[in-house]
C-alpha cells in the first residue's frame, strides 16, 4: 500500500504564498506522475498541476504563472509553490501519485487565502 501525506497548507492573506508538499510512503516500485488536485466548497476537484517522472509539467490554464509544480525523486516527494494567493484559491488540496501503476490519493490539506 502507498500512502500519500500533503502538508503545508494553512491560512494566509491574499498575495502571500505557500509551499505544499506531498510525500509517498510505503511499499513502492516506481513513481511515474504526481499531480495536485483542489476542490473547493460546492465545487467539483480539479486538476492544478502535474509533473511526470522525467519532469514534464501541465498546469491549470487559470494558475500557469502562480503555481509551480516540482518533484524530488529520492524523496519520493511532490511540492507545489503557491505565490499571489487569491480568495478563490480557497480550498482542500489534494495529491494524486501515480505509484506501482495505480494511483493514490492523499487526504488533503486545507488552503485558506483571507481578503
Known amino acids: 500500500q502507498v500512502q500519500p501525506v500533503e502538508s503545508g497548507g494553512g491560512l494566509v492573506q491574499a498575495g502571500g504564498s505557500l509551499r505544499l508538499s506531498c510525500v509517498a510512503s510505503?511499499?513502492?516500485?516506481?513513481?511515474?506522475?504526481m499531480g495536485w488536485y483542489r476542490q473547493a466548497p460546492g465545487k467539483q476537484r480539479e486538476l492544478v498541476a502535474v509533473?511526470?517522472?522525467?519532469?514534464?509539467?501541465d498546469y491549470a490554464n487559470s494558475l500557469k504563472g502562480r503555481f509551480t509544480i516540482s518533484r524530488d525523486n529520492a524523496k519520493n516527494t511532490v511540492y507545489l509553490q503557491m505565490n499571489s494567493l487569491k480568495p478563490e484559491d480557497t480550498a482542500v488540496y489534494y495529491c494524486?501519485?501515480?505509484?506501482?501503476?495505480?494511483?493514490?490519493w492523499g487526504q488533503g490539506t486545507q488552503v485558506t487565502v483571507s481578503s
Open positions: 494524486r501519485i501515480q505509484a506501482n501503476f495505480m494511483y493514490y
Open positions: 510505503g511499499s513502492i516500485f516506481i513513481i511515474r506522475d
Open positions: 509533473i511526470s517522472s522525467s519532469g514534464t509539467t
